[in-house]
């Protein structure tokens, strides 16, 4: 079974200090690791993904994330954050490959930036 | 310019009505999937498609219904038996094969049942 937490429901950071969501993961096999972002009452766009080698990814936005296979993390990080990175962030994850990509989500975090 | 196509944005339905929510993709994909979004739950899977006239159920496929005629439709019915049918529903596709991995979402479905 696979699973995501994200501890924080919402996190609120000043505008230019760096930001952290938080992602822990849970699979059998090998992680396929995902963010997305959603702006109210709109659909979810992808930020970035980890399927294999440099543990740093970088994605959409300036963002970047961080896998760490001993914690089962795959944490969202942003050096500055801009008010416009105010929105509601999803991890997910998937196990292995089966062919579809069905993505488990977790419950999301609402990120607030406070100019 | 291509992408995935969900309509209507907003529906209103009384109690006891069924309800198609349409998703048209031109991206190609092999791949399409309904989510269902409610406040504090994330996003959980109603349906998947991988190939045109097969479906599979999701976590929380009572009450609903899909069909896959066309690669690039895949309608959701909401039908009278979802007990609690108001929420975001979300449409996504994806091409299937070695490193990809993320889903394409479309702008979402918001349904209210009155």
């Known amino acids: 079974a696979q699973s995501v937490a994200q501890p924080e429901d919402q996190v609120n950071v000043a505008e230019g200090n760096p930001l952290t969501v938080k992602c822990t993961y849970s699979?059998?096999?090998?992680?396929?690791l995902f963010w997305y972002v959603q702006y109210p009452n709109r659909g979810l766009q992808f930020l970035l993904k980890?399927?294999?080698?440099?543990?740093l990814v970088k994605g959409s936005y300036g963002f970047e994330a961080e896998f760490n296979k001993s914690q089962t993390s795959f944490h969202l990080k942003k050096p500055s954050a801009l008010v416009s990175d105010s929105a509601l962030y999803f991890c997910a994850v998937r196990d292995g490959w089966t062919g579809a990509n069905n993505l488990f989500f977790g419950t999301g975090t609402r990120l607030t930036v406070i100019p | 310019d291509g992408g995935i196509t969900q309509s209507p944005k907003y529906l209103f339905r009384k109690e006891g009505q069924n309800v198609t929510l349409s998703c048209e993709q031109n991206l190609n994909h092999d791949a399409m999937y309904w989510y269902r979004q409610d406040p504090g739950q994330g996003l959980r899977l109603i349906y998947y498609?991988?190939?045109?006239?097969?479906?599979q159920k999701g976590d929380i496929a009572e009450g609903y219904s899909v069909s896959r005629e066309k690669k690039e439709s895949f309608p959701l019915t909401v039908t009278s038996a979802q007990k609690n049918p108001t929420a975001f529903y979300l449409c996504?596709?994806?091409?299937?094969?070695?490193?990809?991995?993320?889903?394409?979402f479309g702008e979402g479905s918001r349904l209210t049942v009155l």
């Open positions: 996504a596709s994806s091409p299937l094969g070695e490193n990809t991995g993320e889903l394409f």
């Open positions: 699979v059998s096999g090998n992680p396929y």
């Open positions: 980890y399927i294999t080698g440099d543990n």
């Open positions: 498609s991988q190939i045109v006239n097969d479906f």
